[in-house]
């Protein structure tokens, strides 16, 4: 166990870059769940198809063959990664000591593949919402967006907040994968350092690099009980 002590530099650099890419990958998949989730809801069939399309494809790929392909294929578009240089990310970025190609390419994986199962999450809970709230709505002369805005999507949090949490922690679990792609320094690339370059025991570095799961996890799972039992409450 004295791996913890001596390595624990890796061990707190690993968890701090997975937690940066859990942190910004939540963000991205929270925004482009939410944009996919009104096209699935669109009034207009051609934005509702490509809702439909968005979330069969990639809810039904497994996340390795995503990663695979952001780490291989999107480097061959550009040797420089042009097209990933956004300003503001960039800021980020560069702030956060993480301007890698390959942190970037971890990171549009996990927000692509994550927006998918957010965009259902949120939809169950549009789904949970009266029929009859937006029925009044319309009656009052409230165009679409205005009934999404203003009385839909306010309700509908209430009753998608805990499947969001859910998928939010399977997405910090599925981040283990981001060192096998290239993202170097991460929990699980720290893992195979120590195990297969710097010759340490095998349990005590993957209990370690457990803990630090553990602790992104468990209070977010805590969390979202304590939400869920204040919902059941309400509900009586």
Known sequence: MSVWVDKFDVFAGGFWLTLQICVLAAIGALILGAVVAVLRISP???????????????????????????????????SN??????????VVFTRLGTDLPYFRFALIALTLYTAAFVCE??????????????????????????????VVLPQSWKASIVPLG?????MIKNSALIG??????????????????EGYA??????????????????????????????????R
């Open 81 to 90: 990664a042009d097209f990933l240089r956004i300003p503001g990310l960039d």
């Open 121 to 150: 999450a949120l939809r169950s809970g549009i789904n949970a919402v009266p029929p009859g709230q937006a029925e009044a709505a319309r009656s009052l002369g409230l165009t679409f967006t205005q009934n999404l805005r203003y």
């Open 202 to 235: 095998f349990i005590p570095v993957a209990i370690g690099i457990s803990i630090g799961y553990l602790i992104m996890t468990v209070p977010l799972g805590a969390l979202l009980d304590r939400i869920e039992r204040r919902q059941a409450v309400a509900a």
């Open 44 to 78: 207009v069939p051609p934005l509702r198809a490509v809702g439909t399309a968005y979330v069969t494809i990639f809810r039904n790929m497994p996340l390795t063959v995503v990663m695979f392909f952001a780490a291989f294929a999107l480097p061959a578009l550009g």
């Open 166 to 170: 859910s998928v939010i922690i399977a």
């Open 180 to 197: 096998f792609f290239g993202v170097v320094g991460d929990l699980s690339q720290s893992a195979d350092q120590l195990t297969s370059a």
